[in-house]
Nanobody, 121 residues
């Protein structure tokens, strides 16, 4: 089994910063792409940022220049540094990863349980 555990969410004022972490654990052979998605109340889940195993990144237009995704492959952990936060960034943020376990030859997609980010004065 693979678990993705997010941390770092919370309440922040507009213009503030937060750093999210996502740690993958379990019987893992290799972690491929990792990403952060978010879902605001009444809206569909959407991509915020992704990072491949070799460090290539992709961002939603709405977060470009404000969010930075990174990863520590040795610790199987991804990070999302969020700066200049706006009320529109309020959402539950979910970690996502493609992981190959020691029991299979294929990578499967996993989701974390989500962490709440609220931007409000």
């Amino acid at each position: 089994q693979v678990q993705l555990v997010e941390s770092g969410g919370g309440l922040v004022q507009p213009g503030g910063s937060l750093r999210l972490s996502c740690a993958a654990s379990g019987s893992i052979d290799r972690v491929y792409s990792m990403g952060w998605y978010r879902q605001a109340p009444g809206k569909q889940r959407e991509l915020a940022a992704t990072i491949t195993g070799d460090g290539s990144t992709r961002y939603a237009d709405s977060v470009k220049g404000r969010f930075t995704i990174s990863r520590d492959n040795d610790k199987k952990t991804a990070f999302l540094q969020m700066n200049n936060l706006e009320p529109e960034d309020t959402a539950v943020y979910y970690c996502n990863a493609d992981v190959r376990t020691r029991r299979t030859s294929y990578a499967y997609n996993y989701w974390g349980q989500g962490t709440q980010v609220t931007v409000s004065s």
